[in-house]
């Protein structure tokens, strides 16, 4: 499977561009092709790309200008999973948060901001969802799955559920896409996510209902409140 790579129109790309794209890349299909050869599966938890930006073809995808280089490695690795591993079980996370306000969760990054966009997007609940991987392991599930709760939350609502549950003295503003596009270096995606297939072989409760039920976690776990970063 990897014998294909040096092939691929990828490599007339400048070298440094290509060393970046191997090694974001090389180590995972490393590690699929050894699953591929001993017979066994691999699970793959990944980050959501804007799902508009799918293209066809790897050069493609490496070559546009649409998103950062990042995401664009990431598209292009999902399409090499797709088209050569059928050992894999591919997850794709959308904006993790979990009872505890880890720094790399999204709650956390949200908080840390003066302003947010108020936009609806899917999240994954990791207290939901990792015992749902660990099913889906069991069962010897292989293939891609948008892997968050059931329907949508603004930023705006979760930020209140923070403010009605944990700090009450809480605040922020907003921006538009457009203001916020403006100060950032690649644009962002806001997604909602069609997770019938996931349903179909776990159960996950609705978004809200798992809100409801994190923060009256964290709140009896007695979490305090982040302190917002000054500039």
């Known amino acids: 499977m990897l014998q294909m790579l040096p092939k691929a129109p990828i490599l007339t790309l400048p070298s440094l561009v290509v060393a970046a794209f191997m090694s974001m890349t090389t180590s995972i299909l490393w590690a699929l092709e050894l699953a591929l050869r001993k017979r066994k599966r691999l699970t793959f938890v990944e980050g959501v790309f804007n799902v508009t930006m799918r293209l066809s073809q790897v ?22 999973i797709q088209e050569g591993f059928s050992n894999v079980l591919y997850l794709r996370v959308r ?16 908080i840390g901001y003066e302003r ?19 099913q889906m392991c069991e069962k010897g599930l292989t293939g891609i799955y948008n892997f ?56 996950v409760p609705e978004i809200h209902k798992s809100l409801d039920a994190l923060f009256q976690r964290m709140k009896t776990k007695g979490i305090k409140p982040v302190q917002k970063k000054t500039t």
């Not at 050069?59 to 598209?75: D, H, L």
């Not at 904006?95 to 949200?110: A, E, G, T, W």
């Not at 947010?116 to 991987?133: C, E, G, K, Q, R």
């Open 59 to 80: 050069s493609v995808a490496i070559y546009s200008n649409k998103g950062s280089f990042y995401v664009r490695t990431r598209i292009c690795l999902e399409q090499l």
């Open 116 to 134: 947010v966009v108020n936009v609806p997007n899917s999240f994954t609940v990791l207290d939901d969802l990792m015992p749902a991987a660990y």
């Open 148 to 203: 968050c709760n059931p329907g949508v939350v603004s930023h705006n609502e979760l930020l209140a559920y923070y403010k009605n549950y944990i700090d009450p003295d809480f605040s922020w503003r907003n921006f538009t896409t457009d203001e916020q596009a403006k100060i950032l270096a690649a644009g962002r995606s806001n997604n909602e996510l069609n997770v019938d297939k996931l349903l179909s072989v776990v159960e």
């Open 95 to 110: 904006f993790p948060i979990s009872d505890d306000m880890h720094p790399r969760c999204v709650l956390s990054k949200l």
